[in-house]
């Protein structure tokens, strides 16, 4: 299996991912868009992991995604914490409405 | 093309196609019911490059608990639903830059990678992988396990009601016996009720 396949796919997932971010203005389709770029980080890594460093001991690449798994799990309790508390005190998740610290 | 490399490409297509429905789905929760799917075609991906392990984690982390929370997160916000009121007026931009992103990455890594031969998958065992965890990356892991509970309390103080405000109060119509009153008041109300203009209007509209 040729490492290119993998990594384009992930390239496709992250550029969508930033399609999304820059497009949506619901700020939980915001967080969504950012899941997809960190899994596809994950891809990148589980294919340069198991391709072309299969021997390393420390099996550097799937521990990182294991913890980009777990920190994005951690990320999402609070984002989506965030925005209820937006939602409460403004009645909207609109990114466009978020604009109190705007200089 | 082995049949290795069929699999990869069907799970990888369906996968893609997930994710650019989920950032361009009209529907928020189709759009998250999309994203569900493209974490379990990422799982996918994961068994056909041999990371069982990671696999099964991102399944009962993302596909179980992540989604999950996207949901409840959609369904307690509620929000406009077309393609006006979720793109901004920049979609365009958007388009211009994911697209730019995409093709310059694409091209750096068949640059850089295109012509690594092909080679046969092997993953880790998954004993290698606990051990690698508890010699190599206990330190992380730990640090990981704080950084949780961190989340974990900076969640609920974020979400959680300020003290003292406890929400509008409930108006609560109490229930009363008719043989705790008064015959003759009672005997009283029944000919109003009778008589049409009712007694108990007032508490009807009231509990509306």
């Known amino acids: ?103 | 093309m082995t049949g290795h490399d069929v699999v990869f490409v069907v799970v990888g297509l369906l996968t893609a196609g997930a994710a650019v429905l989920t950032v361009t789905s009209k529907n928020l929760m189709h759009a998250a019911l999309f994203f569900a799917v493209t974490l379990g075609g990422i799982a996918g991906v994961f068994l056909t490059l041999a990371a069982d392990f990671l696999a099964l984690v991102q399944i009962v982390v993302y596909v179980g608990a992540v989604a999950v929370l996207f949901m409840f997160g959609l369904m307690l916000t509620r929000a406009p639903i077309g393609r006006e009121a979720l793109d901004g007026k920049n979609r365009g931009l958007a388009m211009v830059v994911a697209g730019g992103l995409f093709v310059v990455l694409t091209t750096l890594l068949i640059g850089a990678f295109g012509d690594l031969p092909t080679v046969e998958v092997t993953g880790p065992r998954i004993d290698d992988l606990g051990i690698a965890i508890f010699a190599d990356w206990v330190l992380p892991f730990e640090v990981l396990s704080m950084l949780l509970l961190a989340a974990l309390i900076g969640a609920i103080v974020l979400a959680r009601r300020e003290s003292g405000e406890s929400g509008e109060e409930l108006t609560v119509t109490r229930i009363q016996m008719a043989e705790d009153r008064d015959p003759d008041a009672l005997e009283g109300e029944q000919a109003a009720l009778t008589g049409g203009s009712g007694g108990t209007g007032d508490a009807e509209e009231e509990h509306a």
């Open chain 1, 1 to 103: 299996m040729s490492p290119i396949g993998p990594l384009v796919l992930a390239a496709f997932l992250f550029s969508a991912g930033v399609y999304g971010v820059i497009a949506r203005r619901n700020a939980v389709l915001v967080l969504i868009s950012v899941e997809l770029m960190l899994n596809a980080v994950n891809i990148n890594l589980v294919t340069f992991q198991n391709l072309l460093f299969p021997g390393d001991p420390a099996v550097t690449g799937q521990m990182f995604a294991l913890f980009i798994i777990g920190v994005a799990a951690a990320e999402v309790g609070v984002g989506l914490a965030i925005v209820f508390n937006m939602f409460r005190n403004r009645a909207s998740v609109d990114v466009d409405d978020a604009d109190l610290m705007r200089w």
